[in-house]
């Protein structure tokens, strides 16, 4: 099986590595915009609230994120996100089956009390990217491509906070 093969069970970071930071090309030379993924949130729900309420896309914020291609590029981003993933493990036979024993007690939570806590951990994630004004992707892979200092700063910022919370869950420190 090569190295391309869309059946692996996983593909080699390095090649992934590569091809994603080879979209930045297309995404600035066609959009004129950098890799990301929370501004779409903000798309999709400044577009869905201005239904109910249109006055809303007077707010500076909101009216930025509905506007142009770019932005719903970002969107189709996302979503091609989500199936790529579903479709990469339903090819590579890696489908979810069952509780991963490796996260122990917390895997193996009733979905009841999963689900939720996924929901507000989602939730908190995508708050702290637009307070920081990008997320992981839109800092890790398009800011520090442009040698942002703010990038390098928060990509800095969101390994160690990773590194600290993975000590913390298994109770190394």
């Known amino acids: 099986m090569s190295i391309f093969s869309f059946r692996r069970a996983a593909w080699s970071p390095y090649v992934a590595g590569v091809i994603i930071g080879l979209l930045q090309i297309p995404a600035f030379l066609l959009m004129n915009t950098a890799l990301g993924a929370s501004s779409s949130y903000v798309t999709v729900a400044g577009t869905l609230a201005s239904l109910f309420d249109p006055g809303i896309t007077r707010i500076e914020y909101v009216a930025k994120h509905l506007e142009g291609a770019k932005n719903w590029w970002q ?3 996302v979503v091609g996100i989500a199936l790529g993933a579903m479709i990469s493990s339903r ?3 890696t489908a979810r089956t069952g509780v991963s024993r490796a996260w122990g007690r917390v895997a ?3 979905p009841s009390v999963r689900f939720p806590m996924a929901f507000a951990g989602g939730f908190l994630m995508l708050l702290g990217a637009r307070i920081a004004d990008g997320c992981t992707s839109g800092h890790g892979i398009s ?3 442009q040698l942002s ?4 700063i928060a990509v800095t910022a969101m390994f160690t906070g990773g590194i600290l919370a ?4 298994f109770r190394r420190i």
């Open 75 to 77: 969107v189709a981003l």
């Open 149 to 152: 200092v703010g990038s390098l």
């Open 91 to 93: 090819l590579g036979g």
């Open 108 to 110: 193996s939570a009733r």
């Open 143 to 145: 800011g520090i491509a």
């Open 166 to 169: 993975a000590l913390l869950f």
